[in-house]
Structures are given as structure tokens and as C-alpha cells.
């Protein structure tokens, strides 16, 4: 099995058409539909503009769509949701249809389409998405969203977890350099995340707009199963 890992959607310049991609967007996009799809959302589609958001509602007509995402971090006005992962509850989600549109994360999502299998992973669901990727073949790209066309801490910490959890499944893996370099930052800060990540743009950005708790619940490993997965426009657990 081979494992690479790219930085920011950018820089995939290869054809993933027959890889397993799991997309990262830790810190929050991916988290959030992890959750959602945890607490029972029917399914996500990901859109890449506001506009075409609402479009997209308008079409689905009377199907409990219910509009979510953000821009630069911050809640869409008129939005029923923004992307703080801690709104996704069942309460709010179970059974209903979510058009999202984030500022990076559904456009990595999107930029992967063409996948063999395309996968959503984050710190919540390592383990299950390790997984699912493991079965579903040999060959695995994480493409981390990064933020705003650059690299992002968060997402090569959490490709890290991730890795590690497809070491534990099969130990006789080629990694590529970025990817040891992730597994080797996850193994020297897995006992205190918050530390690998002090200091860095997307954390702070995400403090000085007082969404420390959504860090906070970002940052827990292994607590969810849901493990979405892209097919032809729609996100639904891979399991459904
Ligand atoms: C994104 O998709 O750019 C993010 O998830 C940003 C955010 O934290 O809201």
C-alpha cells in the first residue's frame, strides 16, 4: 500500500482516478460534515459559491433543506447553519438535506471528484475512515483543503492521526515525505494536540473570533464512526 499526502488541493497535480482520496479540512468543514452525517443528516451536497448554494435549495424545494457554511470563517447571513461543528446536532440535522458551501473545504472536495473513492476525514472519525479507505483499496492520496491556497498545521496534524491509524492496519506502507513528516508531528504531539497547533494562522484566526469550543471539539480523536463519502455530487456515509 502507498500512502501520499498533499498539502493544499492546489498541489495535486496527478490523476487520482485510481486512488482512495480521504479530504481534510480539520479545522472545521470536514469535522462538520462528519458530524452531521454522525447525527443522521440524509445527505450533503458541497458546493463551491453562496449563490450557487441558494440555487441549489431553491431545487430541492420542500426537502428540509436546510442551507449551511461559512466565508472566511464567518456565518453566512441568511444561512441556516454557519460551520461550527457544535450546531451540527441531531436535534438540528437527523433526516434533513444540507447544501454547503465553505471557504476551502468543499472546494478540495469538489477539486477530488474525479476519486475512485473519495472519503471526508478528520480528528473524529481517524479511525473508521482509516478504515474504509483500507478497504476499499491500495493506493491512498489525503489531500489536506488548507487554507486559502496555502498549507495548513491543522490539516497535516490530523493527516498524521490518520496515518497512523492506516500504519496500525497494515505496517508495510511506502509513505511519501510529506506524509512521514505528518506522521512523524502527530507521534510527537498525539498526548497534547493543542500545543502542535499554538500559534498557528488557522487556530488563530478561529480564536480571535471566539470559537475556541469548536477547536476544542474538533481536536477529539476517534469519536464518531461516520465516515462520509462523495458519489456523483451527494455526501452520505459510506455504510448507507
Ligand atoms: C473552510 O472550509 O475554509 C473552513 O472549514 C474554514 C472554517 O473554519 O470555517
Redesign the pocket.
Known sequence: MAIELYATAGSVEKDLRNHVVIVV?V???TSVMVTAVEHGVRFIIPVSEVEEAVDMARQLGNQRVLLCG?RQ?KPIPEFHLS?SPLEYTPEMVADRVMVMT?????RAILRAKDARVLLLGSFLNASAVAHVARENGENIAIVC?G?NGKFSLDDILCSGAIISRLLELDGNQYLDDLARTALTLYDSYKDDLRAALAGSA?VER?RSLGMEDDIRFCLQEDVMDAVPCYVDGVIRDSYA
Open positions: 479540512d479545522l472545521r468543514a461559512e470563517a460551520n465553505t471557504t476551502n473545504g468543499t483543503a487554507t488557522h478561529l
